[in-house]
């Protein structure tokens, strides 16, 4: 089946770093992609999506590109800040005819330093 | 604020007993989700509903079951509760021709 694949963390960076947080999917179709967000204590937050090859996804200074050719949706940030300390997940969108459903990755731990 | 409440916020309850989370989805949605997420599976997908029917199946077990009902807000059962099901449980929604899921704040469920 379509699953999803994380860089391990937990990862932490001082204020300003560069961030990247790798993620590898493997799919039969061509599946939606996306990148959740979730705060301390709160449920998941959409970041970005892309639906389809070479789409790049950008929100809060964050992006991600879908590269169908290595099946990577890797995000990045230029500047991190504090207040980027999450939990952020990729996904993917499994979709056959009506029915759909999100498969995770096992999520990957940001922390930012001052 | 997603638009996707959960009821109750928190839930401590024995093995074997029975519990109801309820979820209501963002205005206009027809689709609800229901996820698992624990230390030990990550965040797993149980049950989809669209309009009142069921839509797709994930990892639910047969203790679990859920319904979602004309008003367009769901509900799930949980049974003959053992401590392995304590866990967060998120509901989601999404509109009918769109992918993106919005997700409630959850229900963190503790079984003594």
């Known amino acids: 089946g379509d699953s999803v694949t994380q860089m391990e963390g937990p990862v932490t960076l001082s204020e300003e770093a560069f961030l990247t947080i790798n993620c590898t999917y493997t799919a039969t179709g061509y599946p939606s992609l996306f990148w959740y967000v979730q705060y301390p204590g709160e449920g998941l937050q959409l970041l970005l999506k892309?639906?389809?090859?070479?789409d790049k996804g950008s929100n809060k200074g964050f992006e991600a590109t879908y590269r169908k050719e290595t099946t990577s949706f890797h995000l990045e940030k230029g500047s991190v800040q504090v207040s980027d300390s999450a939990v952020y997940f990729c996904?993917?969108?499994?979709?056959?005819?009506?029915?759909?459903?999100?498969?995770f990755g096992q999520g990957t731990r940001l922390t930012i330093n001052p | 604020d997603s638009g996707v409440t959960q009821t109750p916020k928190h839930l401590i309850t024995a093995t074997g007993q029975r519990v109801t989370l309820r979820c209501s989805p963002r205005s206009g949605d027809l689709s609800v989700y229901w996820y698992q997420q624990s230390l030990d599976q990550g965040l797993q997908f149980l049950i989809q509903y669209y309009n009142g029917e069921e839509r797709a199946k994930g990892n639910i077990l047969e203790r679990f079951s859920a319904q979602q009902f004309p008003d367009l807000h769901s509900e799930l059962n949980l049974s003959s509760l053992e401590l392995g099901d304590s866990a967060l449980y998120f509901c989601?929604?999404?509109?009918?021709?769109?992918?993106?899921?919005?997700f409630g704040p959850g229900t963190r469920l503790t079984v003594t």
């Open positions: 892309a639906t389809k090859a070479d």
């Open positions: 996904a993917l969108s499994d979709r056959i005819g009506g029915a759909q459903k999100l498969v």
């Open positions: 989601a929604s999404s509109g009918r021709y769109n992918d993106e899921q919005y």
